[in-house]
């Protein structure tokens, strides 16, 4: 009976390890947290923050839809620029680290994928926790004054490029910058889980 009990406890534990996914209208969590970036410096998502806002991209090196989605990432990424939002993606894979999403493989990764933007380290997966963000790729738009606007998935189709209807984050930074209430604040996020040490 007491190793039953025991085993529901440590259950129950492993369940609730991981907080819940922040709301839309949410304040930026952690926004002053300063992070390793694959240059070598240290810096914030509020350090990342340009006028309209900032985009906050879970990443990693390997998962199977971070790759499907290289190009929908360079090409949000671009379009979040042009439109004075900036960008920067997190690796939350401490599970990894002394792997595929080592620093070394970070800084190689971004190297070949000619990332011209952030992409830092977030040690203990900290802010993966904060955000209860659960997946890669996974983002959250937030504007100028940090208040979150969209988090989900770039597109509705991470599968397969070729048959995407409608691509949530453009349209989401579209509307922000435009003045307009975000028509799509959420989509599900699909991906691999962050491997969380």
Do not use: W
Request: net charge positive.
């Amino acid at each position: 009976m007491k190793k039953m009990l025991f085993s529901a406890l440590l259950l129950g534990m492993m369940v609730v390890t991981h907080a819940q996914s922040i709301a839309v209208g949410a304040n930026l969590p952690m926004g002053d947290v300063k992070l390793k970036d694959v240059s070598g410096k240290e810096l914030s998502i509020k350090d990342a923050m340009q006028k309209n806002g900032v985009l906050v991209m879970f990443s990693c090196n390997t998962c199977p839809y971070v790759v499907k989605n290289q190009q929908r990432t360079l090409d949000i990424a671009a379009y979040a620029k042009q439109n004075n939002i900036g960008i920067i993606l997190l690796n939350s894979n401490e599970g990894s680290r002394d792997d595929a999403d080592s620093y070394a493989a970070m800084k190689e990764y971004a190297k070949n994928q000619q990332y011209n933007f952030p992409y830092v380290v977030d040690e203990d997966s900290k802010l993966a926790n904060a955000f209860g963000a659960t997946r890669t790729p996974e983002l959250f738009l937030f504007d100028a004054n940090g208040k979150l606007q969209y988090k989900g998935a770039i597109d509705d189709n991470p599968s397969d490029a070729g048959s995407v209807k409608r691509v949530h984050a453009r349209e989401a930074i579209t509307e922000l910058v435009n003045g307009k209430s975000v028509s799509l604040k959420e989509s599900r996020s699909v991906g691999c889980s962050i491997k969380r040490s």
